[in-house]
């Protein structure tokens, strides 16, 4: 698994639609703060609601930004994601920016000599190796989620006990950007040690807050932690909060209710568009709305190794007979399906946008002519009355989308069912090849081609696909590397046709003019450590 993931499972879908950053010395400002100009106040205890328990407390081994809702506050990261300009990365536990050598196959880092973890003890390089080593090679029986991102790690270690040395493979164009994911939380040498699972049920980090309780599956609680190390840009000590109360509800229109009535002020994972208009008409003059793009798109997965799907042509009618502007269009309304684009987020940095996107088969704007092709290709390939089945998960939006794609289908002569699945279900099917096509969902909490491109590699036995990724991935020139993941996107989406995003998401967060500090993120996960935010009393 990487962190770009391909969901063979609900539980993040469901956080991000039914349901701030990492302390510097001088962080900017939030929207609230600085729209209002009321400097920011200290005390007051946030309640916020989140959707569920997640399978264990340890962000290394889980993918639902549940648990990062959940704990961010306790941890530290190296390095985090600028919440101003996502494509760059601020220093947290870092002394600075990593420095590379000449080869760009050696990354030094200089840590803080401020920072101790809340058992008291100090963070030396020695925890930073232990925690990359469990993320970058775990022990047998331990399972790391984004193992694979860091591929190009060859050794870690620790020349001194404020100095932390990577050693990579290759060169890598992401590397600097993985240092800032926030699910590479900074773990405790010595629990690790002590056992290598402390984290899945336990707590011990050095960020703002600090553990007081928990009843899984009910609420987790946290305090001020007193000797972080963050302050604001008066120098004032972060965090702002005397503490948290996450209070955990399964139920989508409990936690609406929650926000709504202001027994929590957010839930920052956010709402369908359905349900935001009636929070903000319940919370009145009190109402606030941040409103994002997510990390996350809709990949349609034609099974190759099952006819007709092995022909080129039926994978790229397939693609070519659905209107995804009218789907933008008509879904957005009541989903959070919302933007056309390629393999990377719309808008961020190495999309394919504009005509170089329309070009592709399937993209272009003009619905009628898309469809004439994809008749064409259909009876070029002895298909034109073609029978399939589309595999799905048994929830909301996919019932919408797989109703808008039958439909879209029907009208070129494809006749489609729906198999939507439970969970479980769904997941065995996908990781068995148990279909036809395919609906499936990728997200990650950093816009990074290596993040984006990486569930293809090595997906199709396909060599010069694998080497059109290693290519952009070692391209150090921003420009170049531009040109390569264009390069590879085009090789995906048309001249193979072996998956194709649909929608990307949108994520919208009505909350309590009460909060303060926090800044949406198209990464779910990004800026939740809530060293930044603060109540308006």
């Known amino acids: 698994m990487t962190d770009t993931r391909r969901f063979f499972a609900l539980p993040l879908i469901a956080a991000l639609v039914l349901g701030g950053c990492a302390a510097q010395p001088a962080p900017s400002p939030s929207p609230s703060s600085a729209v209002t100009g009321v400097p920011a106040q200290a005390g007051g205890t946030l309640t916020f609601v989140v959707d569920g328990q997640p399978p264990s407390l340890d962000p290394h081994r889980e993918t639902s930004p549940t648990v990062l809702e959940l704990v961010a506050p306790f941890y530290s990261v190296l390095y985090r994601i600028d919440p101003n300009q996502p494509a760059e990365v601020l220093p947290d536990v870092a002394q600075g920016q990593p420095s590379f050598s000449a080869d760009n196959l050696t990354v030094t880092v200089k840590l803080r000599g401020d920072v101790r973890f809340h058992d008291g003890a100090a963070l030396t390089s020695a925890d930073v190796v232990a925690t990359y080593r469990k993320i970058v090679s775990p022990p047998s029986g331990v399972n790391s989620a984004r193992r694979d991102d860091y591929a190009m790690v060859d050794a870690v270690a620790a020349p001194d006990p404020s100095t932390v040395v990577f050693t990579l493979k290759r060169p890598s164009a992401a590397f600097k950007t993985l240092l800032a994911s926030p699910w590479n939380v900074i773990e405790s040498a010595a629990k690790l040690q002590g056992d290598i699972r402390f984290y899945e049920k336990n707590v011990d980090g050095t960020g703002p807050f600090t553990y007081v309780s928990s009843d899984p599956g009910k609420e987790l609680v946290g305090k001020r932690n007193a000797d972080y190390f963050g302050t604001d840009a008066s120098g004032a000590r972060l965090p702002y909060l005397d503490g948290f109360r996450a209070i955990i509800l399964t139920d989508t229109a409990a936690r609406a209710d929650a926000v709504a009535k202001k027994s929590a002020l957010v839930d920052f994972a956010g709402f369908a568009p359905g349900q935001v208009g009636p929070i903000v008409t319940a919370l009145g003059d009190s109402a606030a709305i941040q409103d994002s793009s997510l990390n996350c798109v809709n990949d349609l997965i034609p099974n190759r190794t099952r006819k007709p799907f092995d022909d080129v042509k039926v994978r790229q009618a397939v693609s070519l007979a659905i209107d995804r502007y009218g789907a933008s269009s008509e879904l957005r309304k009541t989903t959070p399906l919302r933007d056309v684009g390629g393999l990377l987020r719309p808008t961020s940095r190495f999309e394919l946008a504009g005509t170089d996107l329309q070009a592709l088969k399937g993209f272009g704007t003009d619905a009628a002519k898309n469809k004439t092709d994809a008749k064409q290709l259909l009876a070029d390939a002895g298909a034109a009355s073609l029978r399939f ?41 996908l990781r068995t090849g148990a279909y036809d096509v395919a609906l499936d969902v990728a997200c990650a909490a950093i816009d990074e081609p290596d993040l984006q491109l990486a569930r293809f590699r090595g997906a199709f036995g396909d060599g010069a696909l694998d080497d059109m990724i290693a290519a952009q991935s070692t391209e150090l020139d921003a420009g170049k590397r531009a040109s390569l993941v264009a390069q590879a996107t085009k090789y995906i989406l048309d001249d193979k046709a072996y998956a194709y995003p649909l929608l990307w998401w949108g994520r919208t967060v009505p909350y309590a003019r009460e909060l303060r500090g926090w800044r949406i993120q198209p990464g779910a996960g990004v800026g939740q450590d809530l060293a930044l935010v603060w109540l308006a009393r």
């Open 389 to 429: 089945t589309l595999l799905t998960p048994d929830a909301a939006p996919y019932d919408a989308l797989s109703a808008y794609l039958v439909e879209q289908w029907k009208q070129v002569g494809l006749a489609v069912t729906r198999d939507a699945r439970a969970p479980a279900a769904y997941q065995e099917a």
